[in-house]
């Protein structure tokens, strides 16, 4: 399969420079090369770049710290969301680059990813972990405090049918939120399907990938899509 | 794992030439022919073996092995109507042999019912005789279990160690159990458990409420024959119309898992595990769900749902009728079956016409209320109606024989009237000892009795959760996903 190999090939280029961990643009071509939509992300080393990649990307856009050592972006104040002109942009890339040295003095900065910026949607939260006794399993849960308050995940094996997927979508306590509630038109549940799937998939057939995490995923009215606002994936080790 | 198999280092330095001996060169010593290594025998050998060896020590002093060995020498010679060897190492117990090596006929099942470390002396001996599967009572630490290991280079199976519940085949009447007076009749339940104290009290259960099971196995420590093994010869064995796995960790969740969906494509699986408050708990709950196997709560609820699954067919649809001679429990009916996301099912007009014209009394509104007065005619004109209801998936019969006219006798003609339906119905009778009654009269029958709607209500659930799975296997497979998503794109 064509995507499998390109996904190897690009798992290795990550090796290569001997990094685990892949920075959020890289998670983001590679899922994309998976079939799984997400925003347009690219690395600026500075400025000047930043700005010549908001112009490609179109405005608005989102700006991001780009460093391996930094996990929590907005928890050093590293992203700054709907610029809407290079002068915003310029503002930004130096408002983030002091923060950052403010918050996490240390950190090896490459730079920031300009990204597409999408509407706000109802978000959720797509994972994959490896299962000491079972191996690849996919994780589901409602964004914010309903995965990190209340717990409400759900659990399937990779890879899944698209039953497994809609089942696992419907076994969160906040599934009403998706189906819609009190007038607000239901979400777009078969695109979500379709990303747990191929997460499922991607996890199954590629054995290198030990950890993934798609939290935001924007989940849009039905018949409009979701898209994978933030990636991180971990390979194996060795 | 397999160090013994390993090959030995090769040899670096230059090899020396020998010295010119000196003393007489000695008669070279054959080395015995050892069966080469391989792959093991089917697990059918544990079940279903021509000939049985039972090894004991009459006279040990340590432990449990001497009771079991004379439960199990009790057992087989009462029910197992195959040929049963029994060794006594001690040489005392009468009809039985002192050696292994005495037995001329085939054995393909040895149950070693030894102390510890006898059990490691004699487990070559007795792989020796030919055997092909192995019951392994005492239990054992990482070291010893790797020597038991041993026995495999013949390809023997091992079932344990310790497993001192054994296996049954009620067909054969084969037992090897530390437990007496507990065969149970012979049915389409299919057991497997991996602790021994579990599966006995699934057994005990089973006896007392007159509950058929095909065969029984417990699973002990597992150093070789596992879950998925075990699932994938009973998925196969036509006398177990239903698998019920009672299980803690399995070693491999892939190997288990593919076995699993695989007989539950055949027949029903029922699982019950502990450990809910556990996270890792949630990813085999996962698995469960992925391979269609049904889970339960507990000991009850698993012969509960077995037993349905076994009598029953698969229910089509949600939609459920309650047929009572009272109120009071119909309601209470309504409400356990809601629990369990089945739904009332709106009569067609015919049904009702039907129930009407011949008894204008019966409120024939769904719950169907019977009235205190209704005996065996009632019922019966009312369930023909009922269940030839298109609108119809299931139903809950109530009959409560206290507080109403209703016989026990009436239950021996409603159940007449059942066995010839195709749909799925299972019989409420609440209270204590008026169910004692009514399921004395039903347990031969293919009708499951209750003595509550709660318990009721999850065997019907079970039976739409496998009515779920077989139009699942009707259904297409499902496409791979390859290309790009159509959905997500411009807004």
Not at chain 2, 98 to 111: F, G, H, N, Q, T
């Amino acid at each position: 399969m064509a995507a499998k190999k390109s996904v190897l090939e690009f798992i290795s280029s990550i090796k290569a420079k001997k990094r685990r961990e892949l920075l959020e643009f890289e998670a983001k071509k590679l899922i994309s090369i998976w079939g799984i939509h997400t925003t347009h992300a690219e690395l600026a080393h500075d400025v000047q770049e930043a700005v010549k990649l908001a112009r490609e990307i179109k405005y608005p856009v989102v700006l991001k710290v780009a460093s391996p050592d930094i996990i929590h972006k907005s928890d050093v104040r590293g992203v700054k969301v709907g610029l809407s002109s290079e002068l915003d942009v310029k503002h930004a890339f130096e408002e983030i680059m002091a923060n950052v040295r403010a918050n996490k003095p240390n950190a090896n900065v490459l730079g920031v990813t300009v990204q597409e910026y999408v509407p706000p949607a109802r978000e959720v939260v797509v994972g994959m972990v490896h299962d000491k006794t079972f191996g690849p399993t996919v994780m589901f849960g409602l964004g914010g405090v309903w995965v990190d308050v209340m717990k409400d995940v759900s659990f399937r094996l990779a890879p899944l049918t698209r039953d497994d997927a809609l089942e696992m979508i419907s076994e969160v306590k906040g599934y009403p939120l998706l189906t819609g509630t009190r007038g607000a038109p239901p979400a777009d549940i078969e695109a979500l399907a379709d990303i747990i799937q191929r997460v499922g998939q991607l996890a199954a057939e590629v054995p290198e990938i030990v950890e993934m995490d798609l939290n935001p995923v924007f989940v849009f009215d039905k018949g409009k899509g979701a898209v994978a606002v933030d990636a991180r994936i971990v390979l194996r080790e060795g | 794992m397999f160090k013994f198999f390993k090959k030995k280092p090769m040899r670096k330095k230059p090899i020396k030439p020998k010295p010119i001996r000196k003393r007489p060169i000695k008669p070279k010593v054959v080395p015995k022919r050892v069966a080469p290594i391989r792959k093991g025998y089917d697990v059918k050998a544990l079940f279903e073996p021509s000939g049985v060896v039972i090894v004991g020590a009459s006279d040990a002093k340590t432990g449990t092995a001497p009771a079991l060995f004379r439960s199990a020498v009790d057992n087989m010679s009462r029910t197992y109507k195959g040929k049963t060897y029994i060794i006594d190492l001690s040489g005392k117990m009468e009809g039985a042999f002192k050696d292994v090596k005495k037995i001329r006929e085939k054995v393909e099942l040895a149950v070693l019912a030894l102390p510890q470390n006898l059990v490691l002396k004699n487990v070559k001996k007795v792989a020796d005789a030919g055997v092909r599967a192995m019951v392994v009572s005492p239990s054992y630490g990482q070291e010893q279990r790797r020597e038991l290991l041993g026995a495999k280079k013949q390809g023997v199976r091992i079932l344990g160690p310790n497993s001192t519940m054994g296996v049954i085949n009620t067909r054969t009447g084969l037992n090897t159990s530390l437990e007496r007076e507990m065969m149970p009749k012979q049915g389409g339940i299919a057991i497997i458990s991996q602790s021994n104290s579990v599966g006995a009290a699934v057994l005990d259960l089973a006896c007392l409420r007159g509950i058929g099971i095909s065969k029984f196995v417990s699973l002990g420590d597992k150093i070789d024959v596992d879950e998925a093994e075990l699932v994938n010869y009973l998925s196969n064995d036509d006398d177990a119309r239903v698998i019920c796995i009672s299980m803690g960790d399995v070693r491999d969740g892939r190997k288990f898992v593919d076995a699993l969906r695989a007989a539950a494509e055949k027949k029903p699986v029922v699982v019950l595990r502990a450990g809910i408050a556990r996270l890792e708990d949630r990813i085999y709950d996962a698995a469960f769900k992925q391979a269609r196997a049904i889970r339960v709560r507990d000991v009850e609820e698993m012969l509960d749902v077995a037993n349905a699954l076994a009598k029953q067919p698969p229910m089509a649809g949600d939609k459920i009728v309650i047929i009572s001679n009272a109120h009071g429990p119909a309601v209470l009916a309504m409400d356990a079956m809601h629990r369990e996301g089945l739904t009332l099912a709106k009569l067609d007009e015919k049904t009702v016409k039907g129930i009407f014209q011949r008894y204008p009394d019966i409120d024939a509104a769904n719950p169907i209320d019977l009235g205190m007065e209704a005996r065996a005619k009632q019922y019966e004109l009312v369930m023909k109606n009922v269940l030839a209801d298109p609108n119809v998936d299931g139903v809950i019969v109530i009959n409560m024989l206290k507080s109403s006219l209703l016989d026990v006798d009436d239950m021996r003609a409603i159940a007449e009237v059942l066995k010839k339906f195709k749909k799925p119905v299972v019989d409420v009778a609440m209270g204590g000892e008026s169910y004692v009654l009514v399921h004395d009269v039903l347990k031969d029958t293919n009708v499951p009795a209750y003595d509550s709607p709660e318990r009721a209500s999850r065997a019907l659930k079970a039976l739409r959760m496998y009515g779920r799975v077989k139009e699942k296997s009707k259904a297409p497979p499902v496409p791979k996903v390859t290309k790009k998503p159509k959905a997500a794109r411009k807004r």
